[in-house]
């Protein structure tokens, strides 16, 4: 610290108090230069810097002998560095302090020509003539530097909301602060910030779809009561008809003696990514009927001469009662029983016709508690003629006690009628001797319910084995690659896994498991 002259507060001692002498005042005011964070300079009345504190050293980069004597514009950069003189002199004669007193933000110079932000605060030393000033510089640049990152998160959060069409807000349970609701939040519910109202949560309980507000309810009761977080997908009707579907979260956050402080949640808007998922859902199920009505073309022949026995037995009951009926020594029993024949095949026709209409329905995917090993019995009708056609046994090997599972019968009987016709396909080779198709059940060590199409057909080469399960990857000439895909679909969206493995022997196996359906769901079936 260099020093031309002795501080002038050095030179008035405080009444009452042992005068110091001047050398040891001006060691002290030096010392405490030196000690200040904060750079600290001392000018005359034309600008010239007297004093330059250490802090000021290390700041501006000059050493205090550069710039003692110097006008303390150096360490301005333009435009401070023209108006200072101006300044200086209008503040002789006016008394109008611009700075003195008040204090301000401004620009500094150092000595490499950077240029840095400050808070200059600037007093004027008391009682000597000319007037002494005292600058103290606190260096903002961190600060600057803090605010414009966080500002800049802020715009960038603001942007990767409006891009994710997710808001959020915090409401202040103690009301300590202004409840916060993000722009893209009310953007998204079509209000604005004024009317998201306290409390947030219950009031956004008025837009809610009457068809989930049972679900929001529970959810909210569940938050509200015993403090879980929320995490609930629903559907809101705003103020013009429209319905936006939202996935809010939210929590609760709590002081160290668990008192809830405040709620902040963030509403996610999930309309268009619901719409595409329902378009795609509508597709699959599209192409999934289209499937099926192709598994069915391909039965056909064995599906007609199913229906053409019971028609002919009805034929053959039908030409007896005639006779029975003009024959002179009739017995009423024998066309009562004819016609009871009749009646029979007649209903058995119906039922084979009615399977097949509900198999090939266009219709709503709908879940209901399933038995496996039921449904295989009835699977038998739809598949047991055409295997016959192709010389083909179907043989079911059933585990008894099979848990329930939770399923689309329609859809999980295409999955099985898919893999017993590519089993009955790729015996088409196969002797007489090993044509046989085994359907079996059990149940895993895990408690899935597994299901097994095993054939002793060709099997799959490597190469086919890979491509399986693509979509319309077939080896047949009227294939349509299909059935495969859309199993794995049908399985998957079940909660279970479909998948192959060599048969002993040759041939292939396909196995698919389905979890069992809970108790409460299985019991609604009974
Ligand atoms: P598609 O039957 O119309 O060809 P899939 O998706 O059902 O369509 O089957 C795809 C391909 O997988 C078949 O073309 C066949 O090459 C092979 N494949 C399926 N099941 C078997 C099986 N049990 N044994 C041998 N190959 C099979």
Redesign the pocket.
């Known amino acids: 610290m260099h020093q031309q002259r002795p501080p002038a507060a050095a030179e008035h001692a405080t009444p009452g108090v042992a005068p110091r002498r001047p050398d040891e005042s001006a060691l002290e005011f030096r010392s405490l230069l030196d000690a200040a964070v904060d750079a600290i300079i001392v000018i005359d009345h034309r600008g010239r810097i007297e004093q330059f504190s250490a802090s000021a050293e290390r700041i501006f980069g000059y050493a205090a002998a550069e710039v003692i004597g110097q006008n303390v514009d150096v360490l301005m950069p333009a435009p401070y560095r023209a108006e200072h003189d101006a300044y200086l002199e209008r503040y002789q004669h006016t008394g109008e302090a611009r700075i003195i007193g008040i204090g301000r933000e401004v620009q500094a110079r150092r000595k490499d020509g950077s240029v840095f932000p400050c808070e200059l605060a600037v007093g004027k030393v008391q009682g000597v003539v000319p007037p002494r000033f005292i600058g103290f510089i606190h260096d903002i640049t961190l600060r600057k530097l803090a605010d414009e990152r966080l500002r800049r998160s802020e715009s960038e959060l603001q942007l990767a909301q409006e891009l994710a069409n997710l808001g959020n807000y915090v409401v202040h349970l103690d009301r300590s602060e202004p409840d916060y609701y993000s722009p893209q939040l009310c953007r998204i519910l079509g209000i604005g910030a004024a009317e998201a109202a306290f409390p947030f949560i219950a009031s956004i309980g008025r837009w809610v779809h009457p068809g989930d507000r049972e679900r929001f309810d529970e959810a909210l009761r569940e938050f509200a009561t015993r403090g879980q977080a929320l995490d609930c997908e629903y559907r809101i009707v705003l103020e013009d008809g429209a319905t936006r579907h939202l996935h809010h979260i939210a929590h609760i956050v709590r002081d160290a003696q668990g008192t809830p402080l405040k709620h902040s949640g963030t509403i996610h808007d999930v309309t268009d990514r619901r719409a595409t998922e329902d378009e795609a859902r509508q597709l699959q199920e599209r192409l999934t009927h289209f499937s099926r009505l192709?598994t069915m073309g391909e039965m056909a022949a064995g599906l007609a001469h199913e229906i053409n026995q019971p028609l002919a037995a009805i034929a053959t009951y039908a030409q007896a009662c005639q006779r029975f009926v003009r024959s002179p020594d009739r017995d009423d029993a024998d066309v009562l029983e004819a016609l009871e024949q009749i009646n029979a095949q007649a209903l058995r026709a119906g039922e084979v016709i009615r399977r097949l209409r509900n198999f090939v329905k266009n219709r709503e995917v709908k879940r209901e508690p399933v038995d496996c090993n039921r449904l295989l019995d009835d699977l038998r009708t739809l598949a047991e003629t055409d295997a016959r056609l192709h010389n083909v046994r179907l043989r079911i090997d059933a585990e008894p006690s099979l848990p329930l599972v939770y399923a689309d019968p329609i859809q999980l009987q295409q999955v099985v009628l898919?893999?017993v016709?590519?089993?009955i396909?790729?015996?088409s080779e196969a002797p007489a001797t090993r044509r046989e198709v085994l359907l079996s059940t059990r149940q895993s060590p895990d408690g899935e319910i597994e299901i097994v199409?095993a054939?002793h057909?060709?099997?799959?080469?490597p190469e086919?084995a890979e491509?399986?399960?693509?979509?319309?990857?077939?080896?047949?000439a009227?294939?349509?690659?299909?059935?495969?895909?859309?199993?794995r679909s049908i399985v998957r969206a079940h909660g279970g896994r479909l998948w192959?493995t060599p048969n002993e022997g040759t041939?292939?196996?396909?196995h698919f498991t389905l979890p069992a359906a809970p108790v409460s769901l299985a019991s609604k079936g009974e």
Do not use: C, Q, Y
């Open positions: 192709s898919n893999l016709r590519n089993a396909d790729a015996m199409v054939d057909g060709s099997g799959l080469a086919a491509h399986l399960f693509n979509p319309f990857f077939t080896t047949k009227g294939g349509t690659g299909l059935g495969l895909a859309i199993s192959h041939g292939a196996r396909f």
